[in-house]
């Protein structure tokens, strides 16, 4: 299988630059094909801007989704935004490694997002009616894919725990998991999380390799997070709430798995 | 009183744009102070590396907390950075403005938030022992100051109602007001949110201006959200958990609102 790896850290000698090499070769000595979007190498530009759209009338005002709509029909995307999609539909999985900052995703690879889940690409596929509200959340480009997040932090895993400080893990990466992968169709895998980096030792870093590799040996058979599907009768269209008689009562990010 | 607005929008003459003008005109009116820093128009350096530290030996491995430590105590910032850590010495208050993009702020404004929240400004502030965890959480650089988010989503109400597919807008929002504002100190206001961007006649406008206008008069008079402190009596230190007696049962981000 094909395996994408967007991965943002600015240091190789690092605990992260470490998962990757390791997470290449396991990948591969499995007989997987892989690449590495290392975006910091890459030098990969961030901010999502009119320069995204090639041969742009600058009298326009500039519109996000309408100029990226315009872009990916035309073939007037920039080129780096391309190459990334390419990669996007070669790629059976997906896999995000990142040190969480700030509770989410390094800003550069927040600009990958923006920038390369375009308008009919990443959002704005398929019919909005009344009945079908677009195809997203479970459906999608992205179909048929599966995804991965990889994600180390500095605080305790008590401190992200279900009732820790900064709210539960599973919380914290749910505008990722369902709002990122989810939503374009990718079918998410549990996160694998490294917590507390600072106190990381052989044995530790040791163990860390040996659970990562287990993850990624079970990338096609581990069970996918049961999000709902926003199209299979579950939510009320056009207003996309949660029918009254699932998960009855709750509210937050929990209710929408099923 | 002294306003910094934080402002990410790659394009003026928008919808952002002009609610970024309302905002600055209103507080003048008011007798505030107001510095604007617009990310795109400063082209603000996104990605947090080692050049954000300057006269850096390139033989170590680059570290983002410990650099930062070492470059804020030494006077060694990338200048970009102490301006901006200046400008919230300043402020009274803050307001992030900007488009929700991928359930979040605009990859340039988390960019802004990693380089300026320096070790020993944004974090690693006071001391950590058994008893207190350093000084955040309702405590730290920004203590006494106000924040408040202006974001504009093109997604309905609803699809952020307490039901909605998105997740409800508080815990969308919650790793940016609890994690990036709460965190350093700040008090955080409710946010002001506009939805549907796509649907915006004149007299919607009109109404969205009257009541940003409205929460805008009352940035000193209106209630913060009572994000519970984390070194009060409410979490077992040092895990940092929920005391079991309070909110009991209940998980997610909502428990750590008291």
């Known amino acids: 299988m094909n395996v994408l790896i967007v991965y943002a850290h600015p240091e190789r000698r690092s605990l992260n630059g470490a998962l990757n090499d390791f997470t290449v070769e ?27 759209v090639r041969e742009r009338s600058t009298d326009a005002p ?11 029909e035309n073939g007037l995307q920039s080129r780096d935004i391309e190459i990334e999609q390419d990669k996007l539909r070669w790629a059976d999985a997906l896999i995000l490694q990142f040190p969480m900052w700030w509770f989410s995703m390094p800003a550069i690879m927040k600009g990958w997002v923006e920038r390369v889940y375009a308008y009919g690409f990443g959002y704005g596929v398929g019919e909005h009616s009344d ?56 079918d998410v895998l549990p996160p694998f999380v490294v917590y507390q980096t600072s106190h990381m030792d052989d044995a530790r870093m040791q163990a860390t390799r040996d659970a990562l590799g287990t993850r990624l040996d079970r990338l096609w058979d581990d069970t996918p997070i049961a999000f709902r599907k926003q199209n299979h009768g579950d939510y009320e269209i056009p207003r996309l709430t949660l029918r009254d ?11 929408h798995i099923g």
């Open 26 to 52: 396991r990948l591969r000595a499995n007989g997987h094909d892989v690449q590495v979007s290392d975006l910091y190498a890459m030098n990969w530009k961030a901010p999502l801007d009119a320069t995204d």
């Open 62 to 72: 500039f519109h996000a989704a309408l100029d990226s709509k315009h872009a990916f």
């Open 131 to 186: 009945k079908h509200w677009g195809d997203r959340y479970g459906e999608g480009v992205m179909s048929g894919k599966r995804a991965m997040i990889v994600v180390t932090t500095g605080g305790w895993e008590s401190h992200y725990g279900s009732r820790g400080i900064n709210g539960p893990i599973d919380d914290v990466l749910f505008p990722i998991q369902h709002g990122v992968l989810f939503y374009p169709g990718f």
């Open 245 to 255: 008689e699932l998960a009855a009562g709750r509210t937050g990010f929990g209710a």
